[in-house]
């Protein structure tokens, strides 16, 4: 048995397969997924497990080189938006409708759903590479 790093097997698969460019999005529990994505649902309540600690872990494992996120996530979700832009300031971040988020996802290799229950809790994370 695994005893450190993600011990969530489908969560650890998607990151090891991931190359430089490929994509995953941590999602709230409200985002609609189309069939064709792998989706690894970690909800278990509302607000449980957070978007914040879902990311957190995932950035603490992947090189990631550009976060996106909904441009209507300022205005409506502020405290989402503050704690994302002062905790990963050193990672470029991007912002599109979310409409255009939701179109974008259709190459995403994976969606992590989570209990979040907030207005545009949706984090795109483009994998970047170590070397």
């Known amino acids: ?15 090891s397969q991931l190359g430089h460019t490929d994509t995953i ?6 985002l609609p997924i189309p ?3 792998k989706c ?3 909800s278990i309540n509302l607000g449980t497990p957070s978007l914040v600690d879902v ?3 995932i950035i603490k494992h992947m090189e990631v080189e550009k976060i996106t996120i909904a441009s ?6 502020t405290s989402l938006h503050h704690e994302i832009t002062s905790t990963y300031g050193n990672i470029p971040l991007d912002y599109v409708f979310h409409e255009e ?8 290799k994976a969606v992590i759903r989570t209990g979040e229950a907030t207005p545009f809790a949706n ?9």
């Open 40 to 42: 690894i649902d970690l």
């Open 25 to 30: 999005v941590v999602a709230d529990c409200g």
């Open 55 to 57: 990311v957190r872990l």
């Open 1 to 15: 048995m695994k005893k450190t790093g993600i011990l969530n097997r489908d969560i650890a698969t998607v990151l």
């Open 101 to 108: 988020f939701k179109k974008a996802m259709s190459d995403t």
């Open 123 to 131: 984090v795109m994370l483009r994998s970047g590479v170590i070397f």
């Open 35 to 37: 069939q064709h994505i």
């Open 72 to 77: 209507e996530i300022k205005l409506q979700n």
